[in-house]
């Protein structure tokens, strides 16, 4: 049995779980096609999921599939589209073998899609394109391929037609019936394929099939089918077309850590905390000691002895727990098991299985790799008593989706939940406060604030008197000017003693703190270019010269710096009928209307940006504008080159 784990990405509303319920129907996996309108398909399972119609977090699913070319047990991965859950879909590229990316027929290939393609191609993971919804608007995909090769920078390959009677035919199927400048352009990737294609003039061999099973793995080639995930059109040729395609070389990781990807990270009421995991090659626990050499990670693999037939419900993999006391024989490449929690054990998603001795050096490189959300919420127990469970639920919610984090506030003994964004601080909220009778206080979303310095390069002269002027700090000569970013710094041009150095370094750090609208202030530099001590005691000086600093420097932030927050990119599609109201809203919000494309069907396409805090409860306001049918996808960042100027 060959093993290859499949998975499906794709723009909000493209088609993905609708593709992958039809899939398991196809496999004979489910007795019925479920829809996302009715809320009982098999990978939205979540109350959120099924009242909003969106994917909120990936699902897993193990489907044998045979094809005239051999037997195959696919493990198949419905990842989120929605840009506020994007950390789940980055964790699973690594373990990703192939990938089906979903377009949607009838526009040009939407925001989240061309991420995720960029995503993809990082990651070296073959991709094959799916253009769905060609029963709603038929031939109408040109759009769409032509967005497709500006994405890639080259001509993706078209491998669907329609025959005489108006029937789509697929290439794998019957590659004869297509022109022979397809089977070229199937070939022209590699000179090697080329040239053993001319060199056979009887034919006998079709080097079209060679070069459309190697291209996509190389990068070399990017095959489109096209079909109906609802009707069930060319799913299982697309399928077919996966699997003759050759899948991406995993990484060897023995030599470092255990061969075990983590996927995703869970919590059941019954077995407690485990991960999605997969083997990167076949593993012998009998050969355990040939292939890891340190002590600890022995003494962890060989306490895991148990398979069950099944996991926790949902998820039809084997169950690994560290815990039992029968024995297994191997772990297989590709072969996706569920990996209970261990004390000894390191799970982060994204990363590979690791044992103690490595967490402190994961820890910080996941933590270095991740800036702070600009989005929190602030969280209190309306009992103090229920503190420690309030706290309980949230930790289970990170260890779920390490998207977030949370908080505790020593001073007011309040808890702070950060996300990547509105929808998923709401959505992990309402998780944690679903099925209990506590009650817990919410406060608004929170979106983060700074004071950036303007252009400037002002000198002072600082200094302050005290003790009816018997006292003084010393004048301190500095320049204060802007830097290219959102940073700090301290220089010093003259020679001084380390304890006063570090006396100006804490007292200008200090006055950065709160600006003139009560925000941190940043990307400014302090320069010191002379300071003469003055005689006496050189605490008091030291005392005076933080109060110079601290009056100073904050007297020229009432004029010299402007509030900046987080910017957003919102992409609409709506009803034509909708269009003036929703820019209405928009208007009102203070948004920049970027663009509006007219989309097939009567609907229309637009981009706005407008600063976070103003969009806030905007896809709540689109629902009830256009009763339910518009849809809007929402990007937001903090960069130096990425925000908004906010009204003072």
Not at 73 to 100: K, Y
Not at 413 to 432: A, F, N, T
Not at 462 to 480: C, M, N, T, Y
Not at 581 to 609: F, M, Q, T
Request: charge should be negative; hydrophobic fraction near 40%; charged fraction near 25%.
């Amino acid at each position: 049995m060959k093993y290859r784990t499949v998975g499906i990405f794709a723009h909000i509303d493209s088609g993905k779980t609708t593709l992958t319920e039809r899939i398991l129907f196809e496999a004979g996996k489910i007795s019925a096609v479920g829809s996302i309108e009715d809320g009982n398909t098999e990978s939205d399972s979540l109350q959120e999921e099924i009242e909003r119609g969106i994917s909120i977090r990936t699902t897993f699913h193990s489907i044998p599939w045979n094809t005239q070319f051999g037997e195959f047990q696919i493990e198949l991965v419905d990842t989120p589209g929605h840009i506020d859950f994007r950390n789940q879909v980055t964790d699973l590229l690594p373990a990703m073998e192939s990938a089906i990316v979903v377009l949607e027929a009838g526009t040009v290939v939407q925001s989240q899609a061309r991420l995720v393609i960029e995503e993809l191609r990082k990651a070296n993971v073959p991709m094959i394109f799916f253009i769905n919804k060609l029963d709603r608007f038929d031939e109408d995909y040109l759009d769409t391929l032509v967005s497709l090769e500006e994405i890639l920078g080259g001509a993706p390959v078209s491998l669907f037609q329609k025959d005489p009677e108006g029937k789509i035919e697929y290439y794998l199927n019957a590659p004869g019936h297509f022109p022979r400048s397809v089977k070229e352009e199937l070939m022209a990737w590699s000179d090697e394929i080329l040239l053993s294609s001319w060199n056979d003039p009887s034919g006998q061999t079709d080097y079209s099939l060679i070069g459309l099973r190697s291209g996509p793995r190389f990068g070399k080639l990017y095959p489109v089918y096209g079909g109906s995930a609802k009707t069930g059109e060319g799913v299982r040729e697309l399928l077919d077309l996966v699997l003759w395609t050759e899948p991406k070389e995993m990484e060897n990781l023995s030599d470092s850590s255990f061969p075990l990807l983590v996927l995703s990270r869970r919590s059941d009421p019954e077995i407690g905390r485990f991960a999605v995991v997969c083997p990167t090659q076949n593993i012998l626990l009998t050969e355990i000691e040939s292939v890891w050499n340190q002590t600890s990670k022995r003494e962890i693999l060989n306490q895991q002895k148990l398979f069950q037939e099944k996991g926790p419900v949902d998820f039809p993999f084997q169950f690994l727990d560290p815990d039992s006391e029968e024995n297994i024989s191997q772990l297989q490449k590709g072969k996706l098991v569920l990996l209970k929690n261990h004390k000894d054990l390191i799970l982060l998603p994204g990363q590979t299985v690791a044992d103690s001795l490595d967490a402190i050096s994961v820890e910080l490189g996941k933590s270095s790799e991740s800036s702070p959300s600009p989005f929190s919420l602030v969280l209190e127990p309306e009992e103090s008593s229920d503190k420690e469970f309030w706290l309980c639920r949230l930790e289970e919610l990170v260890w779920e989706d390490p998207g977030y984090q949370v908080q505790k506030k020593e001073d007011t003994g309040q808890l702070v939940l950060h996300g990547r964004g509105e929808l998923h601080l709401e959505i992990g909220i309402r998780r944690v406060m679903e099925r209990t009778e506590k009650k817990l206080k919410v406060s608004s979303i929170n979106i983060a604030k700074i004071e950036l310095l303007k252009k400037m390069s002002h000198k002072v002269a600082l200094e302050h008197r005290a003790f009816e002027d018997q006292k003084s700090s010393g004048a301190l000569i500095a320049v204060l000017e802007d830097t290219a970013d959102f940073s700090k710094h301290i220089a010093f041009e003259v020679s001084l003693p380390e304890e006063v150095k570090n006396s100006i370094e804490t007292s200008f750090m200090e006055a950065c703190l709160h600006g003139f609208y009560g925000e941190e202030v940043v990307g400014l530099k302090f320069r010191v270019l002379s300071y003469e001590i003055p005689k006496g005691d050189l605490q008091i000086t030291l005392t005076l010269l933080k109060v110079a600093i601290l009056a100073g420097v904050k007297e020229l932030f009432s004029l010299n710096t402007y509030l900046v927050g987080p910017l957003t990119e919102v992409e609409v599609m709506v009803d034509a009928d909708h269009l003036g109201v929703v820019l209405s809203d928009l208007s009102r919000r203070n948004a920049k209307v970027v663009s509006i494309l007219e989309a097939v069907a009567g609907k229309s396409h637009l981009k706005a940006n407008a600063p976070a805090q103003n969009l806030l409860g905007f896809s709540g306001a689109l629902r009830n504008m256009t009763k339910g049918i518009g849809i809007s996808w929402e990007r937001t960042a903090f960069t130096y080159e990425f925000h908004a100027v906010l009204k003072e």
